[in-house]
């Protein structure tokens, strides 16, 4: 369990805690008898993470009465069952200049101003869905029960408390009955309104209920999902533009932040996609707000710069590095022909590395980087290794770029698709479906097999008739005449990729030399794939260690791609020798040599292991 006390955070809360407690301006809501009671000293702070961690000081754990901090969750809930319009024609969205208990409505539409004010979230009560009113009454329970992550009571006292004074609010039901905003029994919405208003809840549970919202609609701890994303963004900005009584204009320009105040003392405050900040505190100012919730949100806000509209958080580089495979090549061992082609050519292989999060912005900045790159390139990689997220704006910039990259003839690869967090693996995934892209584990994979269609592409056909045997290191030194003996003798062979060339433990007659292509040193492993522990290429001969030593085969020989070589047996080279005794000495020394650049380059990679 992590210990809060330690952390930087909640010494940060206790700071504030202590520098706010001494604030003793203000005084507690008395119209409703019951609020009246409540201990002006009380003070608490939580703040909620949108993964539900909860920091707190004071009293953050004493119980209290929601009032109208219930207002935005309980229009959310409306937005959820009915949708926006149905809700749009029983309440606005417009702010009052008029206070929030007012008896006035829209003359236009004679509907409610907003549902922050009494008069709108009256008209929301009357929305509420059931077929009894004890079950509208459990129906907004469970609603807010679910905001909370825990089941939540209604504070009979300050219930019977309001529904005894609750005149005003009476008088606002009458009116909306009379202009047919509500079409219930005033009596009966009003019990409702008024329980809602009486919901027993700790500046913590507040916080997490901010949490929920903060968190795009889903409560961090149970993981309901409460809302629907767009709903929480109507709730978050009638509560910036209505949620602080007729304070709102000044608090969004200072604080900058979606809130809600309520008489009984609490304010809390929502910073999306981050965190939200629960404090109550009962003393109020004129206006009806918490004197220490207010300055103490200020504070926050100003102290990490939390103003919305402050932030304007430079746009993240999603482009992490871009390499070219005639930089940067595949982990594949490749002979040297191969690596000058891929030094040559490989530029035509781009690999792009991307990391972080792709949305507008930073979408629109990758695709800046990545066309020209793609009007240069056949092969293009995408490694997603450490891409987190890409929302539908970016999804769908994305698609129309890879769309017309590939219509230029690009072909395209993503990697690592499966290791991403699962909305953005599966936004890949409808990525790569649409366009045709291929798919791969590693970006390693992606550019081994990217080169090796290039190398497919660029190799030149081999030509026997103008191939000359003196370019084989193994025959160097021999003049005409000898090299015409050899030709006489060696056996050239074709094999295509794939081909067993020779199979470990077979006896041995015959050694090769490769003209062209590559061929894998494989040893069996105990498991089904064998490990590739070599590769041979042009010049470099296989299999003389059995011919030499008369023994069986120590390996198998699979070819690569398709290969080239010329085998000479025990006998070939004794024929020669009888020939020319030169041309075997030559041959012999040719191969000590190769031996002995092996055994220097094991010694180099014994003492690189040390
Ligand atoms: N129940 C209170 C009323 O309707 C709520 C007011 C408030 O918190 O703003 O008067």
Redesign the pocket.
Known sequence: MHDDTRSPFHAYLKELHGRFRGLDAGAVAD??PELAKAAPESFGIAFATIDGHVYSTGDSTTAFSI???SKPFAYGGALERLGASEVLRKVGVEPTGEA??SIVLDQQNNRPFNPMV?AG?IAVSALAEGDTHEDRIEGMRALFSGFAGRSLDIDEAVFRS?AET?H??RAIAYLMLNTGMIDRPPEEVLDL??RQ??LRVTAEDLALMGATLANNGVNPRSGQRMLAPEHVRDVLTLMMSCGM?DYAGEWSYDVGLPAK????GAVLAVLPGQLSIAIWSPPLDAI?NSVRGVATCRQISQDFGLHLFMNAASVEEVVRRIAHADRQSSLRIRNPRERDLLASHGGRIALVELQGALYFASAERMIRQLQPLAAEVDYLILDTRRLNSLDPAAEAFVDRFLAGTRDEGVEIAVAEIASRPADAAAALDRLADRNGLRRFDTADAALETYEEMLLEKIREPFDFSRFSLSTIELFKGLDDAQLKHVEAVIQPMQFEAGDRILRRGAEGHMFFVIARGTVSVLVPTGSETAMRIGCIGPGQFFGEMAVLEGGARSADIVADERTICYGLTADHLETLGHQDPRILSTILTNMAREFAGRIRRGNDIISALQ
Request: proline share 0%; glycine share 14%.
């Open positions: 119209y409703i009032q109208s901090v929030f208990n009494n979230a309001e609750g005003r609010n309104y008024f208003c009486a009584y105040s309520g008489v009984s009806g």
